[in-house]
């Protein structure tokens, strides 16, 4: 019995110390292999980049711009009823003293500062052109305090881009980058006059890129983070290597300064700008005369499109180069002249740069099927001043119809608003509920067309909703105010309201 017991605790101390050597093992293996690990850990950022190098070199380059604008106004006279304050000059036949008449038109400068940046020795220097507009008198002073009048060789208010010159040689320049190659996370440096205060540097990273803001169809947008504030525009953006990105243009603000979103020209743009404004003193683009959107995603199932990509044409102009090709509201625009169109904000910039009087194969989608239309370009003109004509009346208007399964009342428009919009007939909407309200539609809005094809009468509309399955959707084409899109109207499911 004791002879077994101790082989039985023999044994036992064995497998403890056979054990114990196995974790003494195993740990140091862990410990070993433990500094591998750590380096195929090490951190994707290093410390913090030092700018001091490249303000150095490159802020040389950058000016500031302040403008003079002469603004006539009448004098404003204190109200004295019916007292002539110069009724004893005018008693005696003297005249009224000079600068005195009252009402007499006056002029007021008003004055303005920016930022910009040379390029050319010789003294040719980008800023933006909201910087410059309307100016009388420009003056561009560098960092050497010495200052120079400028002159305006061309502004492209479409890009925001203005290119002036100024009377010096020898003077230092930037160096230009590529706006292509910059990538979202990169470091970038902004150096201006914010509010005036010469070659201020401020630094941020790039947020993103091709940004499409509103009323802005020709420039695909740097966003940063770096702080920008009025007197910023038109300076430079840097990437690390001291290369010009982009230029600060517009800032985003509920306060008038800065909030963490600034927007730059690419300078890729601006440089291709400031060609044509040295060479041309104007920019000469393309147009074909569509108006368009982007295609949300029941948009692209209704077109039996498989992806969002594409411009999708919401209206034709009379006449113009489109209409002449054979497109027609609905069709999705793919490709034009060999450039995929991504996006629908991708489109003017392609046309835009396309040279007037050329003809360029654009492909299409149309009845679910790809098609190529071939157009030629036409130019694009400056857009003319004046008002609009108003879109809508009040008077003579027709009785009002709901419409079955969508949540829409409807009237029809007038033969007198059917002329100043240049319809053929169309349905004004006067009530949106359920579906149609959830689609997005408004009151005012005038249903034109459904799907490529134009309505024709309320029966036309009242017979495709009525035919459309439950749960589906139907593209109707609308006229709001100016412009024409498509709404995608999601008719309720089988068994419940339209206006739920």
Same mark, same amino acid.
């Given at each position: 019995?004791?002879?077994?017991?101790?082989?039985a605790?023999?044994?036992?101390?064995?497998?403890?110390?056979?054990?114990?050597?196995?974790?003494?093992?195993?740990a140091?293996?862990?410990?070993?292999v433990?500094?591998?690990?750590?380096?195929?850990?090490?951190?994707l950022?290093?410390g913090?980049?030092?700018f001091?190098?490249?303000v150095?070199?490159?802020?040389?380059?950058?000016v500031?711009?302040s403008t003079?604008?002469?603004?006539?106004?009448?004098?404003?006279?204190p109200?004295?009823?019916?007292e002539d304050?110069?009724?004893?000059?005018?008693r005696?036949?003297?005249?009224?003293?000079?600068?005195? $008449?009252?009402?007499?038109?006056?002029?007021?400068?008003?004055?303005?500062?920016g930022?910009?940046?040379i390029?050319?020795?010789?003294?040719?220097?980008?800023?933006?052109?909201?910087?410059?507009?309307?100016?009388?008198?420009?003056?561009?002073?560098?960092?050497?305090?010495?200052?120079?009048?400028?002159?305006v060789?061309?502004?492209?208010a479409?890009?925001?881009?203005?290119l002036?010159?100024?009377?010096?040689?020898g003077?230092?320049?930037?160096?230009?980058?590529s706006s292509?190659?910059l990538?979202?996370?990169?470091w970038?440096?902004?150096?201006?006059?914010?509010?005036g205060?010469?070659n201020?540097?401020?630094?941020?990273?790039?947020?993103?890129?091709g940004?499409?803001?509103?009323?802005e169809?020709?420039?695909p947008?740097i966003?940063?983070?770096?702080?920008?504030n009025?007197?910023n525009?038109?300076?430079p953006?840097?990437?690390?290597?001291?290369?010009?990105v982009?230029i600060?243009?517009?800032?985003?603000?509920?306060?008038?300064?800065?909030m963490?979103?600034s927007?730059?020209i690419?300078?890729?743009?601006?440089?291709?700008?400031?060609?044509?404004?040295?060479?041309?003193?104007?920019?000469?683009?393309?147009?074909?005369?569509?108006?368009?959107?982007?295609?949300?995603?029941?948009?692209?199932?209704?077109?039996?499109?498989?992806?969002?990509k594409g411009?999708?044409?919401?209206?034709?102009?009379?006449?113009?180069?489109?209409?002449?090709?054979?497109?027609?509201?609905?069709d999705?625009?793919?490709?034009?002249?060999g450039?995929?169109v991504?996006?629908?904000?991708?489109?003017?910039?392609?046309?835009?740069?396309?040279?007037?009087?050329?003809t360029?194969?654009?492909?299409?989608w149309r009845?679910?099927?790809?098609?190529?239309?071939?157009?030629?370009?036409?130019?694009l003109?400056?857009?003319?001043?004046?008002?609009?004509a $108003?879109?809508?009346?009040?008077?003579? $208007?027709?009785?009002e119809?709901?419409?079955n399964?969508?949540?829409?009342?409807?009237?029809?428009?007038?033969?007198?608003?059917?002329k100043q919009?240049?319809?053929?007939?169309g349905?004004?909407?006067? $009530?949106a509920?359920g579906?149609?309200?959830?689609?997005?539609?408004?009151?005012g809005?005038?249903?034109?067309g459904?799907?490529?094809?134009d309505?024709?009468?309320f029966?036309?509309?009242?017979?495709?909703?009525?035919?459309?399955?439950?749960?589906s959707?139907?593209?109707?084409?609308?006229?709001?105010?100016?412009?024409s899109?498509?709404?995608?109207?999601k008719?309720?499911?089988?068994?419940?309201?339209?206006?739920e």
């Amino acid at each position: 019995m004791k002879h077994s017991l101790l082989t039985a605790l023999l044994i036992a101390g064995g497998l403890a110390a056979c054990t114990e050597a196995a974790n003494v093992e195993a740990a140091a293996k862990t410990v070993a292999v433990a500094p591998a690990v750590a380096a195929t850990a090490a951190p994707l950022v290093a410390g913090l980049p030092d700018f001091s190098a490249l303000v150095e070199r490159e802020g040389r380059a950058v000016v500031n711009i302040s403008t003079t604008q002469t603004i006539r106004a009448n004098r404003n006279q204190p109200d004295l009823g019916d007292e002539d304050p110069f009724e004893f000059f005018r008693r005696f036949g003297l005249p009224v003293p000079r600068g005195q $008449q009252p009402n007499q038109p006056r002029e007021e400068k008003a004055q303005s500062l920016g930022s910009g940046f040379i390029i050319d020795a010789d003294g040719f220097v980008l800023t933006n052109a909201h910087v410059v507009a309307d100016a009388d008198e420009i003056t561009v002073k560098l960092i050497d305090k010495r200052e120079f009048k400028a002159k305006v060789i061309g502004s492209d208010a479409r890009t925001d881009v203005a290119l002036l010159k100024i009377e010096a040689k020898g003077l230092p320049t930037v160096d230009l980058g590529s706006s292509e190659r910059l990538k979202v996370g990169e470091w970038v440096v902004a150096i201006g006059s914010p509010f005036g205060l010469d070659n201020s540097v401020t630094a941020g990273i790039v947020s993103a890129k091709g940004r499409n803001l509103p009323d802005e169809n020709f420039v695909p947008f740097i966003q940063t983070d770096a702080a920008v504030n009025p007197g910023n525009s038109g300076g430079p953006l840097f990437n690390v290597r001291g290369e010009v990105v982009g230029i600060n243009s517009q800032i985003f603000s509920r306060s008038g300064g800065y909030m963490g979103l600034s927007f730059a020209i690419p300078i890729d743009t601006a440089i291709q700008i400031s060609e044509q404004l040295k060479s041309k003193g104007k920019v000469i683009r393309g147009r074909i005369g569509v108006g368009i959107q982007g295609l949300s995603d029941d948009l692209a199932r209704d077109f039996g499109l498989k992806t969002k990509k594409g411009a999708l044409v919401s209206n034709v102009e009379a006449d113009a180069p489109a209409a002449k090709a054979g497109f027609k509201a609905g069709d999705v625009i793919l490709k034009f002249n060999g450039a995929e169109v991504a996006e629908s904000s991708d489109l003017p910039r392609i046309v835009g740069a396309t040279k007037p009087g050329s003809t360029v194969p654009v492909e299409i989608w149309r009845d679910k099927a790809v098609k190529t239309l071939n157009v030629t370009v036409a130019e694009l003109e400056q857009p003319a001043d004046g008002r609009s004509a $108003q879109r809508e009346r009040k008077n003579e $208007q027709k009785s009002e119809t709901g419409v079955n399964k969508s949540g829409l009342t409807v009237r029809e428009l007038d033969a007198r608003a059917l002329k100043q919009l240049g319809l053929k007939f169309g349905l004004q909407v006067t $009530q949106a509920q359920g579906a149609a309200a959830n689609a997005g539609i408004q009151q005012g809005d005038v249903i034109v067309g459904i799907g490529g094809e134009d309505l024709k009468s309320f029966a036309h509309l009242d017979e495709a909703l009525s035919k459309a399955r439950a749960g589906s959707s139907v593209p109707l084409r609308v006229r709001r105010g100016e412009a024409s899109l498509f709404i995608s109207l999601k008719l309720p499911e089988k068994g419940a309201k339209a206006d739920e």
